[in-house]
């Protein structure tokens, strides 16, 4: 249960809080936009995973929800949900994206024309899952 409200206070809970909070500020901005980081295992449904799938999955659901319900105040909501990501520090090898990578993805999401709504991106290396089981895991 401990593993539980870690995983949900993190993943679910700080990101409502900080949308929550910050709304007043974000309905000033000129060219809002939140960009929450999600996962592409709530896609491929990785065993023994189901609890960082789960609430990987609820985080999207929620930014795709209040999405719709701060269109009228033109914020724009961008989740990015990358699958392998290097963020143990693993030797570099071109099966796993790089911390950088995605930096890069919320760059381009911030900097896209205001007109410009990104929904939801998807990101993986070129080696890495297709569907399925990632190699690492297999």
Same mark, same amino acid.
């Given at each position: 249960? !401990?593993?539980?409200? /870690?995983?949900?206070?993190? &993943? $679910?809970?700080?990101?409502?809080?900080?949308?929550? /909070? +910050?709304?007043? @500020?974000?309905?000033? %901005?000129?060219?809002? @936009?939140?960009?929450?980081?999600?996962?592409?295992?709530?896609?491929? *449904? +990785? *065993?023994? =995973?189901?609890?960082?799938?789960?609430?990987?999955? %609820?985080?999207?659901? $929620?930014? #795709?929800?209040?999405? /719709? =319900?701060?269109?009228?105040?033109?914020? *724009?909501?961008?989740?990015?949900?990358?699958? %392998?990501?290097?963020?143990?520090?693993? #030797?570099?090898?071109? #099966?796993?994206?790089?911390? =950088?990578?995605?930096? =890069?993805?919320?760059?381009?999401?911030?900097?896209? &024309?205001?007109?410009?709504?990104?929904?939801?991106?998807? +990101?993986?290396?070129? !080696?890495?899952? *297709?569907? %399925? $089981?990632?190699?690492?895991?297999?």
């Amino acid at each position: 249960v !401990k593993d539980f409200d /870690e995983f949900y206070a993190l &993943h $679910m809970r700080a990101p409502f809080i900080l949308i929550k /909070e +910050l709304l007043p @500020l974000l309905k000033q %901005g000129k060219n809002p @936009l939140v960009v929450n980081i999600s996962s592409a295992a709530n896609i491929s *449904r +990785l *065993r023994q =995973e189901s609890l960082y799938t789960a609430v990987k999955a %609820g985080l999207t659901a $929620m930014t #795709e929800v209040i999405r /719709e =319900e701060l269109q009228p105040d033109k914020i *724009r909501l961008t989740v990015i949900q990358p699958f %392998g990501v290097n963020t143990f520090s693993q #030797e570099p090898n071109d #099966e796993l994206l790089r911390p =950088e990578d995605i930096a =890069e993805v919320i760059n381009f999401a911030v900097n896209a &024309h205001p007109n410009c709504q990104l929904l939801t991106i998807n +990101l993986s290396s070129v !080696k890495q899952w *297709r569907q %399925g $089981m990632p190699p690492w895991l297999a």
